[in-house]
Each structure stands twice: as C-alpha cells, then as structure tokens.
C-alpha cells in the first residue's frame, strides 16, 4: 500500500482595508501563509492583479516549489551517486497566459539549475540525474502542464 502524505497550511486574507470587498478597487490581495512552527509568508496577488510586488505572489510560489523539488531530487540522487555537489542555483521561469474570461494557465515552467561539483569530471553524470529528478519530483507529476529542465555548468 503506498504511503499517502498531508500537508496542513493556513491562509488568511490580511487586505480588508475596512469596507471588505465592496469594489473591486476597495480591498488588497494581501494574505498570509502559515504552517505551524514555521514562519509566516506575506502573499498577495500578482501586480498586473492589484497585488503587492513586495508579496510573494500564488504563481511565484508554484514556479518556485518546482524548482526546490526538483533541486532536492537532484541533491538527493547526486549523494547516492557518490556525485559530490557544492554548489546549487537556478532561475526558474515559468510562463502563464490569461484567458479571454478572466482566467489562464501555466503554459510550461523552464528550470535552469547551475551546479558546481567537487570533481568537474563528473559533470557528464548529472544530466541522467536531472532527468531522474524530474521523473521522481512529486510537484512536477502533479501540474497540467510541461516543466522542462535546462542545465547548465555553474
């Protein structure tokens, strides 16, 4: 029987500036993200929908927890690989479109890891672990739409 995991957060909108939603220009996206025991995280909507720039925005975070999971796939079979890595960035982008209703999706999300390892010569290896990552990354099985990885040498 596979295991099944829950996670637990709490969002609460923070914007009501005193009237609450009474017009679409009267109250502010702006929202917090707790889990217990950790520290909460500012939210808010995107800029180009009335949000804080300053916020973390839903679709940054989703572009963002690709990239972490992807990053600790990696990490993870590059320790059992015996690859020693020392160094890990990467600047993810994610692509979204807006529908004519109002609404839209993520077209794809592109992430660029950099990594630099101990021993150079092994960087042939990483890219079969990268692919690995990916299969393995729970977020990317769970999303609609194509993520692709584009590695680089740090």
């Known amino acids: 029987m596979p295991k099944t995991h829950r996670y637990e957060v709490s969002v609460a909108w923070t ?20 889990a217990e025991g950790k ?3 500012a939210g808010s909507a995107d800029p180009a929908f009335r949000g804080d720039p300053a916020r973390w925005n839903p679709e940054e975070l989703l572009v963002a927890s690709l990239s972490e999971c ?3 796939w990696f990490l993870h079979l590059c320790a059992a690989a015996g690859v020693v890595v020392t160094a890990y960035t ?18 794809e999300v592109v992430l660029r890891p950099r990594v630099t390892l101990a021993d150079p010569a092994r960087a042939a290896e990483t890219a079969a672990l990268h692919e690995r990552a990916h299969e393995l990354c729970f977020i990317a099985n769970s999303v609609n739409f194509p993520v692709r990885h584009e590695p680089a040498d740090a």
């Not at 994610?94 to 109002?102: I, K, N, V, Y």
Request: glycine fraction near 18%.
């Open 90 to 107: 990467d600047d993810p982008i994610g692509t979204m479109a807006e529908t004519a209703g109002g609404g839209g999706r993520f077209e």
């Open 70 to 72: 992807h990053m600790l």
């Open 39 to 41: 520290p909460p995280i």
């Open 15 to 34: 914007g009501n500036t005193g009237t609450g939603t009474s017009s679409y220009r009267a109250f502010e996206r702006a929202h917090e993200i707790r």
